[in-house]
């Protein structure tokens, strides 16, 4: 046998296969891995793949099935030349038909309801294929706000600041965080609650004494694989004392500023009346010697300084 005839031989006993089993020439394939956001529009993107021995098949039968723990329930069928969607669910293709080998299923508003497993079932003029594929989805958490019992801290009292965040799927988790950066320990266990649409409120307390409250603390809120999402920060006001402190600081100025007017009031009458005694005293100098040496003058400067010193001293 040459070649070509043992090829001859391997494709007849495919075809033989094929049509024993009635499906050989047609596989469904999906895309897996699908991570949805909540709220969105999801695909779940499967095509029929044909074998070059089939060119052109023609499409009988689609069913999409959600599966259940009670069974699958279908949620769009093609059979009989007609499309028979559940509301919310149609092909991806908007006009799809019988020849377009795109089946895959788009759900308009993902919801946590269309989490899990579907089942792809194609029937063709060349053979049957089924294929399976996941919808997983998530939903990002708000951010996260904060409030205090009691409500106004004073930090004469005790205080536990209450974090929460909400909206969020998976289960996530929420951190303190002081100004510095530091992780601090919840003071109860992180309460979660799920709200009717099914999606997680998270609630965190971290309870503060009176005497080791920091100027800021951060709620942060991270995804049910670690990655922030959001985070708050609540400054708390300092200290009533120590605003008291800022006014005791106020006190010497208010009481310095008395002091340099008195002051320079003093000074200036005593200089004043300095000038005043020189000026008498020299127009009775003139008055009694008009002629005065030089030496004369240089030991009346001295009197005068005498006179000075004695004016700082009464
Ligand atoms: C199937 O059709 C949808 C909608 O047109 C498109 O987004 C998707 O990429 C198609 N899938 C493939 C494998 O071509
Ligand atoms: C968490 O957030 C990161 C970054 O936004 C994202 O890549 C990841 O898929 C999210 N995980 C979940 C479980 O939401």
Avoid at 240 to 251: I, W
Wanted: aromatic content about 8%; overall charge neutral.
């Amino acid at each position: 046998m040459n070649m070509a005839s043992i090829a001859a031989l391997f494709l007849f006993f495919i075809v033989i296969r094929a049509q024993s089993e009635g499906q050989t020439f047609i596989t469904v394939e999906c895309k897996t891995g699908n991570v949805v956001q909540y709220g969105q529009q999801s695909m779940l993107d499967c095509v029929v793949k044909t074998t070059q021995v089939v060119r052109d098949a023609t499409i009988l039968v689609v069913s999409w099935e959600k599966e259940d723990t009670k069974g699958a329930v279908r949620v769009l069928t093609f059979e009989k030349g007609r499309i028979d969607p559940k509301p919310g669910f149609r092909f991806a293709e908007p006009s799809w038909n019988d020849k377009n080998m795109n089946v895959s299923l788009l759900i308009t508003n993902t919801t946590l309801k269309d989490i899990g497993k579907y089942k792809c079932v194609v029937m063709t003029d060349s053979g049957d294929n089924t294929n399976h594929t996941n919808l997983s989805v998530t939903a990002k958490y708000n951010e996260p706000m904060i409030h205090s019992i009691p409500e106004k801290i004073t930090r004469d009292e005790d205080v536990t600041l209450i974090c929460t965040s909400e909206g969020g799927y998976p289960e996530g988790r929420l951190g303190w965080f002081d100004e510095h950066g530091i992780k601090w320990p919840d003071s109860s266990p992180l309460q979660v609650e799920n709200a009717s649409n099914g999606l997680f409120k998270l609630t965190s307390r971290l309870s503060l004494l009176k005497n080791t409250i920091f100027s800021k603390y951060t709620c942060k809120v991270f995804n049910a694989s670690g990655a922030k999402e959001g985070e708050t920060a609540l400054e708390i006001p300092g200290k009533v004392a120590e605003q008291e402190g800022r006014k005791e600081l106020d006190e010497p100025t208010k009481i310095v500023a008395p002091v340099v007017v008195i002051g320079s009031l003093i000074v200036g009458m005593l200089l004043a009346l300095l000038v005043y005694r020189r000026r008498s005293r020299k127009a009775r100098r003139f008055s009694t010697t008009p002629l005065m040496s030089d030496h004369h003058r240089v030991s009346e400067s001295a009197a005068e300084e005498g006179d000075h010193l004695n004016i700082e001293t009464q």
